[in-house]
């Protein structure tokens, strides 16, 4: 999904054209920089939003609107690195799919469904610190968090639709010129491919960020306003929240920018309203950094809220004596039961 079915294509364009252009290093660098550098992606990931999902799960405190939009984000997040590993395999292995048709499905279906998702959570959880500032004497706010898990199994429904193409046309092909079977997003026709590349756009970024970007704005606004924070019981704790949103948001926004310019460059080249070499090469490079420049997003939010979340932190904390008392606990049972062992094995042996 997203940037690996263009890798396909353009392996195949590329043999066709290698002898003009001559760009064996491209694909000589995929092949050795790429399975490392998602091989620490996914490990960082799956630590990094396992333990942010541990820290929302364990936590004495009822959880808010915004934890409960941040939890679901890990889990997209979490999912989307657990799948990488077989592009791994199949990077190395030259883009040969080894795990049959249906997780080539699964897999391009669950990766797919992150890019939404992701976008869908940090648009709510902004829209939601928006509403926490602007309006903290709301009624109802308790209650909001009830309508947030069912506001994300919609968002988990919605990504699943928007990813239903890599069911419909995702196959295993074997492509002669590469000698390999491929996990191939096979487009009926080419107007399909154009849907896809607006619908990625305008559903992912066109339509999310202008609204990310108001309640962005009105949160500035009101965190540099101390003032009105003042008149608010809970207002450090907002604004605590907020700064996290804001950083989460402005990392996401960076992460995949480069890949929508990229898209929009594809459907050109893709429709030959630019050609040649050179820009083909630049594709080729341009192509491969900005799709994992946006799975490192996956990565890097359980950082974001380590160092910029504070509230994180302390929760992080209470969990963490939390788990350990609970170990002292089981500890001093085991150890009490054990002496009891041993006081009547003394006993018997005395009989």
């Known amino acids: 999904f997203l940037n690996l079915s263009l890798q396909i294509w353009t392996m195949l364009y590329f043999v066709h054209s290698k002898l003009v252009c001559n760009q064996t290093d491209v694909w ?9 550098y998602i091989s ?14 541990c820290v929302f799960c364990l936590q004495k405190q009822r959880s808010s ?109 074997f492509f002669p010129d590469l000698g390999v079977n491929a996990c191939y997003m096979a487009y009926p026709h080419e107007g399909w491919k154009l849907r896809y590349n607006m619908t990625v756009s305008i ?10 970007s108001f309640c962005s704005y ?21 604004r605590k929240a907020a700064y996290l949103i804001l950083v989460v948001l402005a990392v996401f926004i960076l992460c995949w920018l480069p890949y929508q310019v990229l898209m929009v460059l594809d459907t050109l080249d893709h ?33 974001l809220y380590v160092i910029v979340g504070k509230h994180f932190k302390q929760r992080a904390r209470e969990v963490f004596r939390l788990v350990q008392n609970k170990r002292k606990l089981r500890w001093r049972k085991s150890g009490h039961s054990n002496i009891n062992v041993n006081s009547k094995h003394t006993d018997i042996t005395k009989i």
């Open 65 to 173: 609107v915004a934890d409960i939009y941040l939890c679901n984000l890990a889990a997209a997040d979490l999912l989307m690195v657990s799948c990488l590993p077989f592009w791994v395999a199949t990077i190395v292995d030259k883009f040969h799919w080894r795990f049959g048709e249906p997780m080539c499905q699964i897999i391009s279906i669950v990766i797919g469904m992150n890019y939404y998702c992701s976008v869908l959570f940090l648009t709510l959880v902004s829209v939601d610190r928006y509403l926490a500032l602007t309006r903290p004497l709301s009624q109802g706010r308790q209650r909001r968090a009830i309508w947030a898990h069912g506001i994300c199994f919609g968002v988990w429904i919605a990504g699943i639709l928007l990813s239903f193409p890599a069911i419909l046309f995702r196959s295993v092909e």
């Open 218 to 238: 009105h949160i500035t606004k009101v965190i540099q306003s101390s003032q009105k924070m003042r008149k608010c019981n809970r207002g450090g704790e907002e």
């Open 271 to 303: 429709y030959e309203v630019v050609s040649g070499c050179t820009w083909a090469y630049v594709l080729d490079i341009g192509n491969q950094l900005a799709t994992y420049l946006g799975y490192s997003n996956s990565s890097l939010n359980p950082f």
């Open 203 to 212: 559903v992912g970024f066109l339509i999310p960020v202008p609204i990310v």
């Open 40 to 53: 620490i992606i996914c490990f960082i990931g799956v630590i990094g939003n396992s333990f942010v999902l």
């Open 28 to 36: 000589d660098w995929v092949y050795t920089m790429q399975p490392a």
